[in-house]
């Protein structure tokens, strides 16, 4: 396995994407090459109300991707005054640029880049896949048009709609500060999945305490319309 850690941001030396990539092996298979060319690549974004991040949606989630076939990466975004929008979407479309520039590299099939997340990290997964091709976002970036672009979404009983009062313990005041901040109108991934919002699989359970299962339920729907 090769593993590195990458900076995806300018200002927040904490913001990163680590990879857990497949070397090239023969021993498996008496001297004949065994491995695919190219993989595809999925981002875990451990949730954590972006206050946090769960140290359980994240390593653990991303080995059995891993162990599948996967070029698996770990995104630890921006948290709490770090993360106000745009920082989300900026680097949400970095860390995919990143996979994306150096896919032949690191044996990655390029268009069969996914990014996944659960709860805050689904919201952030959900963001990049409906607002990608904001205007002026990869020219304000240096990424070529499209280079942000995720191939699928993964989205596990994601936040996807703007909070408006605490929704559990975790929200404290000065975190629901924060994501009100962070969840304005642009940030609504409910209001924003069009045409170009990349295909997706969405898993909730009914017995969800946070997040109600019918944000869900409405983004399935409004990607069906």
């Known amino acids: 396995m ?5 900076s995806i941001s300018p200002t927040n030396n904490e913001a990163t994407l680590t990879s857990y990539l497949w070397e090239e092996s023969n021993q498996l298979s008496d001297g004949i090459k065994w491995q695919p ?3 595809p690549a999925v981002i875990i974004c451990p949730g954590g109300a972006y206050r946090f991040l769960s140290d359980r949606e994240a ?3 991303a080995m059995k991707f891993y162990s599948e ?6 995104l630890r975004y921006s948290l709490l005054e770090d993360c106000i929008y745009p920082t989300p979407l900026e680097e949400a479309s970095r860390a995919i640029w990143l996979i994306r520039s150096n896919a032949a590299e690191w ?3 390029p268009n069969k880049i996914i990014i996944g997340g659960f709860s805050a990290g689904g919201h952030f997964s959900a963001l990049i896949g409906t607002r990608w091709n ?5 020219q304000r970036l240096g990424i070529p048009e499209g280079g942000n672009m995720p191939n699928g979404l993964i989205l596990c009983y994601g ?3 703007p909070v408006k009062e605490p929704i559990s313990s975790m929200l404290t005041p000065e975190s629901l500060g924060y994501i ?4 304005d109108e642009r940030a609504d991934a409910l209001k924003n999945v069009s045409i170009h919002t990349p295909p997706s699989f969405i898993l909730h359970t009914a017995k969800e305490e946070v997040v109600p299962v019918t944000e869900s339920i409405q983004f399935a729907m409004r990607c069906a319309q």
């Open 2 to 6: 090769i593993s590195e850690t990458f």
């Open 37 to 39: 060319e190219l993989r």
């Open 59 to 61: 390593e653990p989630v």
């Open 69 to 74: 076939g996967f070029q698996a990466f770990i």
């Open 107 to 109: 044996g990655i099939d």
């Open 134 to 138: 904001e205007e002026g976002l990869c």
């Open 159 to 161: 936040k996807l709609e």
């Open 180 to 183: 009100l901040r962070i969840y």
